[in-house]
């Protein structure tokens, strides 16, 4: 026995010592992917419940490595934050995505009212000059301050009350969109809802998986969109899968949708060709 839990010891060991190589290797790696420009971003659409025509696309940032193959943000976004690359990355994120939605915009792809949503991770909102950055990017790209959503998480915005708040207000005066991404999964207190000013909650997408004809009444999804409501925000339901999930948040009157049951995230060429289709839910 002693023997065997030696071995068992050495099999984690090795695994251990293989996972914290890869981890080495991809922050090796991801220092130079950007020069290299392996990453690019998919998109996925925001479709009106009540249309059911397309209003945004949420840019989601792909990762393709030239030995490894494609690695998902899940993975290699943590190890951007905690080395700081985020930062550039990041600032990537978004120009490209303003450049890609006036792209969209003059090949008459999509109208006035529509919109691009960009994640910002929390190290953005520390750094001094993201305010400065995003006016840049917006005026470099002719892009006009509400077609663009930001979505931070509700941890993001915890972890940094003060300072985010502060950022938040100047970014609001541009009359650029806020969005609170994954809600419900936080600290999800009235309080701090009422202190920000965000103009949407996106539900996050394991309250979606739950929700079933017995529970949408009850449960937290009806009481997260009145809640919304009251404080003048619309609402994402992220993660739709099912027809029956979109049947009962349409009746719950839940304004915007996103999720496989529409489509998944898609290459630029994809979402071009979905653009031109026009497509109606
Ligand atoms: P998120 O912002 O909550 O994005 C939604 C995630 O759910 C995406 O995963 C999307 O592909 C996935 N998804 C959409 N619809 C469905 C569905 O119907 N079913 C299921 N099972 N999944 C669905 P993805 O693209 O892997 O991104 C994961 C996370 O990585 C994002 O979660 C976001 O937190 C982060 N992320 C992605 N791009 C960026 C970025 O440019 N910057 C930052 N800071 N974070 C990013
Ligand atoms: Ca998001
Ligand atoms: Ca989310
Ligand atoms: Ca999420």
């Not at 009235?190 to 997408?205: E, H, T, V």
């Amino acid at each position: 026995a002693k023997a065997l839990g030696k071995a068992q010891y050495q099999v984690f060991d090795t695994a251990m010592h293989e996972a914290v190589l890869r981890l080495l290797q991809l922050e090796t790696d991801m220092r130079r992917a950007l020069e290299a420009q392996e990453f690019v971003l998919h998109y996925q659409p925001i479709v009106s419940l009540t249309t059911g025509h397309i209003t945004g696309l949420e840019a989601l940032l792909r990762w393709q490595h030239p030995q490894q193959g494609f690695i998902s943000p899940i993975e290699f976004i943590p190890i951007a934050e905690e080395t700081g690359l985020i930062l550039s990355i990041g600032e990537w994120v978004i120009r490209t995505a303003c450049q890609q939605l006036r792209n969209w915009q003059q090949q008459g792809l999509v109208d006035q009212r529509f919109s691009v949503s960009i994640n910002l991770s929390a190290r953005q909102f520390v750094q001094t000059n993201l305010i400065q950055q995003i006016d840049q990017i917006l005026f470099e790209t002719q892009i006009s301050p509400f077609h663009l959503k930001l979505e931070i998480t509700e941890s993001n915005i915890m972890n940094n009350t003060k300072l985010v708040t502060s950022i938040l207000k100047q970014l609001k005066k541009r009359r650029i969109h806020l969005s609170i991404d994954d809600f419900g999964t936080g600290y999800s207190s009235l309080s701090y809802l009422q202190a920000f000013p965000a103009d949407s909650l996106k539900i996050d997408r394991s309250f979606i998986q739950r929700l079933t004809k017995s529970s949408v009444n009850s449960g937290l999804i009806p009481a997260i969109i009145s809640i919304a409501r009251a404080m003048q925000m619309s609402v994402v339901a992220e993660g739709i899968e099912t027809l029956e999930q979109l049947t009962l948040l349409k009746h719950l009157n839940c304004e915007l949708g996103q999720g496989y049951l529409f489509s998944a995230p898609l290459s630029i060429a994809e979402t071009n060709e979905l653009l031109i289709k026009n497509p109606c839910w």
